[in-house]
């Protein structure tokens, strides 16, 4: 037993902060901004349980099944919107979902958790699982202080994942923590992100390439048959450095980051949706989720691609199509 894919959606809060708005508030510059990490702008806006919703709705609706047909939903989120009930206790009841919800805490690596986790109940009796990733950084960060600041945005993305007799679109997973690096990347209740940056990117380029190798040795899959990686979206050049050294080159990679920050858990299934939205995807390739974040935790995905529903006309048409990392790197 094991997963398919049938739907996907993503959402984003509509106000938008550019590097040109940042810089009027702070001592930067949308040229170091950009240069340094990629970003250009980010959404922000809404609660973490608006954006599931929304996110979920999409996925849903794309898949064509009745939200109370779903046996079990998992929220990847690091800002509930309070500490009790759980986030997705709200999202649940929006949604008018069947089954039990929970929220999952495993701060960017959270979405890659809980689709593994997914799949493993997907084989042993759930029939329908609806995964989300939606956070609200914008609510965790210091406007006040240039090394967060820039960083970070709202959003979510969710798939519906079916369960299926044979063995599946996920073909081997990863992961992994270090909780001895906890206190380079952290909030406090009722405070901000604190983040040592540099150790954060040196480490983060250091797992996201021992976890990615993980994932295709188990599956005995080399990095040239990987036709798109999914990486968690937090910096252009942890992105580039770890393609370098994995020996993927930078057009098979799904990008978001430039036009939504690093919005945590949601980033990997919002890269992932815009890939699918801008038909990069056939079936038979395979597609490599792999995330890393506070914790420090790690997740990679290995996945074989299989047709879905058609996306809805216009899906991802009014987005900025160029996702590639080389094209940005024309930007930059
Ligand atoms: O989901 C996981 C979350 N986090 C991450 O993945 C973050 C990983 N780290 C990073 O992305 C990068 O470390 C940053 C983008 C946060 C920072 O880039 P950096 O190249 O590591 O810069 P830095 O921290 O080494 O700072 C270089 C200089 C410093 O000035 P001095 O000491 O050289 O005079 C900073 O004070 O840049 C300064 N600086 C800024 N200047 C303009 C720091 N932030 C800013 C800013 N604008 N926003």
Redesign the pocket.
């Known amino acids: 037993m094991g997963m398919r894919i049938i739907g996907w959606g993503t959402a984003l809060p509509e106000k938008i902060v550019t590097n040109a708005d940042l810089e009027k508030t ?4 949308d040229e ?2 950009v240069e ?2 990629g970003i250009h702008q980010r959404h922000i806006g809404d609660s973490t349980a608006e954006i599931a919703v929304a996110a979920g709705r999409n996925a849903l609706a794309l898949a064509g099944i009745a939200p109370a047909s779903i046996d079990l939903m998992i929220l990847a989120t690091t800002t509930p919107d309070q500490s009790i009930p759980a986030t997705s206790a709200h999202v649940h009841h929006e949604l008018g979902l069947g089954g039990g919800a929970f929220d999952v805490n495993a ?2 690596s959270g979405f890659v958790y809980s689709l593994v986790m997914a799949n493993g109940l997907l084989g042993s009796g759930a029939k329908r699982i609806l995964v989300i990733g939606a956070e609200t950084l914008s609510n965790v960060t210091d406007w006040s202080d ?6 970070f945005g709202d959003g979510g993305g969710a798939l519906v994942l079916e369960s299926v007799p044979d063995e599946g679109q996920l073909l081997s997973w990863d992961l992994g923590l270090d909780g001895s690096a906890r206190e380079i ?1 952290r909030a406090d209740h009722g405070g901000f992100i604190q ?1 040592d ?2 150790e ?2 040196k480490r ?1 380029v250091r797992v996201l390439v021992d976890s990615a190798t993980r994932a295709l040795e188990q599956a005995k899959v080399r990095p040239d048959q990987i036709k798109l990686l999914v990486p ?1 979206q ?2 252009i ?2 992105i580039r450095a770890a393609c370098d050294r994995l020996g993927i080159g930078h057009e098979r990679v799904a990008l978001v980051l430039h036009r939504t920050g ?1 919005t ?1 858990s949601a980033s990997i299934p919002l890269a992932l949706v815009d890939a699918i939205d801008h038909d990069r995807l056939e079936p038979n390739d395979l597609v490599l989720l792999t995330g ?3 914790g420090m935790t790690w997740g990679s995905a290995l996945i074989r691609w299989q047709d879905g529903p058609s996306p809805m006309p216009g899906a991802g048409a009014s987005v900025d199509r160029r996702t590639d990392l080389d094209e940005r790197e024309d930007d930059d």
């Open positions: 702070l001592d930067t510059s170091w901004i340094r990490s701060a960017c240039r090394k967060t600041a820039i960083l990347l983040m940056g540099r954060v990117f983060a968690h937090a910096n050049r942890i690093n945590s890393f974040g506070a």
